[in-house]
T-cell receptor, first 110, second 112 residues
Framework: DAKTTQPPSMDCAEGRAANLPCNHS???????VYWYRQIHSQGPQYIIH???NNETNEMASLIITEDRKSSTLILPHATLRDTAVYYC???????????FGTGTSLTVIP | DAGVIQSPRHEVTEMGQEVTLRCKPI?????LFWYRQTMMRGLELLIY????????DSGMPEDRFSAKMPNASFSTLKIQPSEPRDSAVYFC??????????FGPGTRLTVT
């Protein structure tokens, strides 16, 4: 699986959009970009994933650059409950495990 | 569905004792994963099963660790004998092919 690079920490004001970047310059053509988060003392939670196109679900939006070397997770209206560590992972299509890196610790400030 | 169920939620034991962690995956999920999380090493994959068969146990630290999945609805991770450096939060996760993983709440293990 390709390596990812994320900033170690970020702050975001409550109600504003949180934009979390991820670099994955060695991503292969068949690798997906996945985002998970982990709220303190809980198990990791799946957020969203994509291959090439931008994706949106009820939790977040995922913007993938045209060259696929980086992506941004967007939480459109951050709440205090979004304070968590966010992990960006790239992985091949179903059948393979993947590994979490150190992630970005997002703090939503009142 | 109740999600992935893990027990116990907390375990405190003395060095040298046997520890058994349990996991019930989500019904219908055919892949099961065991992870360990520590401050120093982050989240590490220990082993995963497909259709109850261990596929990759390269993440298992050493022979003191063993995992079994006797049926589709139950798995155990055993540490014998336990050591203080095994203290961590152990997560179980499950999924169906092509879908995202669902993690359990974890077992916080403290070995004194």
């Amino acid at each position: 699986d390709a390596k990812t690079t994320q900033p170690p920490s970020m702050d975001c004001a409550e109600g504003r959009a949180a934009n979390l970047p991820c670099n994955h310059s060695t991503i292969s053509g068949n690798e997906y970009v996945y985002w998970y988060r982990q709220i303190h003392s809980q198990g990791p939670q799946y957020i969203i994933h994509g291959l090439k196109n931008n994706e949106t679900n009820e939790m977040a939006s995922l913007i993938i650059t045209e060259d696929r070397k980086s992506s941004t997770l967007i939480l459109p209206h951050a709440t205090l409950r979004d304070t968590a560590v966010y992990y960006c992972i790239v992985r091949v299509a179903p059948g393979n495990q993947f590994y979490f890196g150190t992630g970005t610790s997002l703090t939503v400030i009142p | 569905d109740a999600g992935v169920i893990q027990s116990p939620r907390h375990e405190v034991t003395e060095m040298g004792q046997e520890v058994t962690l349990r996991c019930k995956p989500i019904s219908g999920h055919n892949s099961l994963f065991w992870y360990r999380q520590t401050m120093m090493r982050g989240l590490e994959l220990l082993i995963y099963f497909n259709n109850n068969v261990p596929i990759d146990d390269s993440g298992m630290p050493e022979d003191r660790f063993s995992a079994k999945m006797p049926n589709a609805s139950f798995s155990t991770l055993k540490i014998q004998p336990s050591e203080p450096r095994d203290s961590a939060v152990y997560f179980c996760a499950s999924r169906t092919p092509g879908q995202e993983k669902y993690f359990g709440p974890g077992t916080r293990l403290t070995v004194t």
